[in-house]
């Protein structure tokens, strides 16, 4: 701010009588100031931002329309009843019951409501930082909670039996995902550790089923999880098909949990295994004090990526024959009611799946923004 | 084994309980988990043979002779009803090659465009680049797949009302019609003028390289070289002629003929793939550009290089450092993903052997052990192609 106009030799003018500043050009502050940084910044980027504006208001305007403008929202019991010329919300909510239940009985679902509701407000309990107990929860949602879903999914005792050949839509897929994460995360640890051991049969056993299962498609395991599995059982033993899903998703759900694993345990310095054989520590309490609590700790993004993964993988069951929320989604457009009608069906599962993945992928990062904020000096 | 005493205990004298003993505990340890693997994988075969005896199965790999008697649309190479298994699983391997290979090419290339979109300084451009990767990314791949077969390519019209494209390419429903060059005799020497500019570009680059490193001068190599690969055939061909024709789709009656029809389901997979990697690789690419300090930036343009030469020659080799090794994952990925074409009919490896030739042989085993060796030797090579290039691009310290 120093005024080079004025001569050395003459006394400053009064504060009150100098001019007062100039506002900066308009060209360079609020929204046309903005626009020219961030949009018309060059010529390049002028064509650019043009071209892209271009681009969304071919786009946005037609898929508003279409899903919601000129969208059929009524009620009704067949494509006839959709008359406007998008989205035929309709057909969803004719099938909307099948799409979270699949085939389940209407007059039992409140039974998978519970183990719905039991499950949110448990993984809330773990996921809110302010919940606590934290480790008694977790004991429930590991040790008893898979039995009482399993007796209310199920039935017996009471309960009136329902073949796990009527599961489906996103509840399938909430079992299965659920199930996977659940087995694969205690088997990935043994895993790991055993990528890790001293004991050159111990790691050459874990390292052999890893690479294995990392180095072919989920699909080829479904296959062999639906074909080989009942030859290698004994004559006479069946085993159900849902069961062979799930061994199969959670094989290899562990094997690449074990490399998340892996990776948090790689993380963890030398100095901690010293410290904790300094106390005298033997292998497994040094890991289950010192070493898991810090590496899993480090790996819950990997978890959280692994999971959503899985949870969009689920859907690869329909090989199978077992159809899970887009296979139902799918299926439910083969109707001849409501023949063609795959872009809506589409919309409607694709809604769901983002909301949960990308809500657990924006929690993993909050997670990890809040878990880095310790480190911080 | 009563011999055995860690040197501590030999050094205090006393004897140590065999349980207690750190080596002996590591053998028996070793021992229960070979014993208990054995155990079970002789369980499991001999199962397995009783089940495939009760149905009349015989083992081994004899049937890949057989004759397989079923159609399959897409093919690279000869295959008709009356060849074999074994054909028909070099028609599916082929497949998956193809579309493994081309994938990861136009994965990777919209990959960098948009992470390098991502980082744009232009708000809306980096806007849309991060809405494109979170929604390709949290939705499954089967969705999208789906949606490109059943919702897009089956609903465009049929073949009279085809979508003309230049007058060259037609869309319709029976997939895409491009021109395709048909090869006269005495097109041979094309190759060899290809190769011979090939090699020139590769001494001019080397020469140029050299002199860069004894001068300081640089040189427009890359220009050069492109005329060279360009020109030595262009010249080639102007004075012996081209020796090639090219054959156009033509709508004859109810069909196309002539140029060449890519296949709905091939389109559907390979753009489905595509899209759904180069979501994944953005993220990589941003992470290795971001991962690069500005002050490496700062310093190019300290001195006085221009912004393109110091993302070139600065910025990339050292965002590759960190892009490579997870680049490698997804190419894995996609590569194992294209066995997801089972569910739109594209005939590649699983699709072909682990589900009609299965069906029809009963040769369970067999049919799986194959299908999953064919991708385990895929990965393995991919893995070790990408371990080379990372050896090569990677920072040697000291």
Request: proline content about 5%.
């Amino acid at each position: 701010m120093v005024d080079l106009a004025h001569r050395a030799d003459e006394p400053p003018p009064p504060p009150e009588s100098r001019k007062p500043d100039e506002p900066p050009p308009v060209m360079a502050v609020g929204l046309l100031g903005w626009a020219r940084a961030h949009l018309f910044s060059s010529i390049g980027n002028s064509i650019l931002t043009l071209l892209a504006l271009w681009f969304l208001y071919k786009t946005i305007p037609p898929l508003v329309d279409w899903l919601f403008i000129s969208a059929n929202w009524q009620e009704g019991t067949s494509r006839a009843d959709c008359v406007k010329p998008g989205a035929c919300w309709t057909m969803v909510r004719a099938r909307f019951g099948q799409m979270m239940y699949g085939f389940y009985p209407v007059e039992e679902r409140w039974r998978v409501n519970i183990v719905g509701l039991i499950l949110v407000v448990g993984v809330a309990g773990i996921l809110i930082e302010r919940v606590p107990h934290k480790l008694w929860i977790g004991a429930f949602l590991f040790l008893i909670y898979p039995f009482i879903a399993f007796w209310l999914l199920c039935g017996g005792l009471g309960l009136v039996p329902v073949d796990t050949s009527r599961f489906g839509g996103l509840m399938l897929t909430l079992i299965l995902a659920v199930t996977g994460i659940a087995v694969s995360l205690p088997v990935g640890v043994i895993l790991a550790l055993g990528r890790r051991s001293a004991m050159p049969v111990i790691r050459i056993v874990t390292v052999a089923f890893i690479e294995f299962v990392r180095g072919v498609p989920l699909i080829t395991v479904l296959f062999m999880a639906s074909v080989i599995f009942p030859l290698f059982l004994p004559e006479g033993v069946t085993f159900d098909k849902l069961l062979r899903a799930l061994v199969g998703i959670s094989l290899f759900s562990s094997a690449y949990m074990a490399e998340v694993i892996r990776g948090g345990l790689q993380a963890i310095p030398k100095g901690q295994y010293e410290g904790a054989m300094s106390l005298g520590l033997n292998y497994w309490k040094m890991n289950s004090f010192i070493i898991l609590p810090q590496a899993l700790r480090i790996c819950i993004p990997g978890i959280v990526n692994s999971f959503i993964g899985l949870f969009m993988d689920t859907n690869l069951v329909l090989i199978m024959g077992l159809v899970e929320l887009l296979g139902i989604a799918q299926a439910s457009t083969r109707d001849p009611n409501w023949l063609g009608l795959i872009n809506t069906a589409l919309a409607f599962v694709s809604v769901i799946y983002f909301a949960f993945c990308f809500g657990m992928s924006r929690y993993s990062q909050a997670l990890e923004r809040r878990l880095a904020k310790g480190r911080r000096r | 084994m009563t011999g055995m005493v860690d040197r501590a205990d030999r050094f205090s004298g006393a004897t140590v309980p065999l349980w207690k003993n750190r080596t002996a505990r590591a053998l028996f340890y070793q021992a229960v988990v070979l014993g208990l693997l054995v155990l079970l994988t002789a369980f499991f075969v001999h199962n397995t043979g009783v089940n495939l005896a009760k149905r009349g199965i015989a083992s081994g790999f004899g049937f890949l002779n057989g004759v397989a008697g079923f159609d399959i649309s897409f093919k690279l190479v000869s295959y008709s009803l009356t060849s074999s298994y074994g054909r028909a699983l070099l028609i599916g391997l082929l497949n998956t090659l193809l579309v493994a290979a081309v994938g990861v090419v136009l994965a990777t290339v919209l990959g960098f465009v948009v992470g390098v979109a991502r980082l744009s300084s232009n708000w809306i451009i980096a806007k849309l680049a991060a809405v494109y990767v979170d929604v390709i990314r949290n939705i499954p791949l089967l969705a999208q797949l789906i949606f490109w077969y059943f919702g897009v390519l089956s609903t465009l019209p049929g073949v009279r009302q085809s979508i003309d494209l230049l007058g060259l390419f037609f869309l319709n429903q029976r997939g895409l019609y491009a021109p395709v060059p048909e090869l006269q005799p005495g097109f041979g020497i094309m190759p060899v003028a290809l190769l011979v500019g090939a090699l020139g570009a590769v001494l001019v680059s080397a020469w140029a390289r050299r002199r860069q490193m004894m001068t300081g001068q640089p040189f427009h190599s890359f220009w050069v070289g492109l005329g060279l690969i360009v020109g030595v055939p262009m010249i080639v061909g102007l004075i012996f002629g081209f020796r090639m024709t090219w054959s156009f789709p033509e709508l004859a009656g109810f069909n196309f003929k002539g140029g060449f029809q890519i296949a709905p389901e091939f389109i559907a997979l390979l753009v489905g793939l595509s899209i759904h990697t180069s979501a994944f690789i953005a993220e990589i690419v941003r992470s290795g550009v971001q991962a690069v300090s500005h002050g490496q930036t700062e310093a190019g343009l300290a001195l006085g290089l221009k912004r393109g030469i110091v993302t070139r020659k600065i910025v990339l080799p050292q965002a590759l450092r960190v892009i490579v090794p997870p680049l490698t994952s997804q190419y894995l990925n996609l590569t194992k993903n294209s066995s997801l074409a089972v569910f739109i009919g594209f005939p590649e490896v699983v699709a072909v052997f682990a589900g009609t030739t299965l069906n029809q042989t009963g040769q369970a085993v067999e049919c799986i052990a194959i299908t999953m060796a064919i991708y385990l030797v895929i990965s393995l090579l991919i893995s070790l192609f990408m371990n080379w290039y990372n050896r090569h691009i990677a920072l040697v310290e000291r």
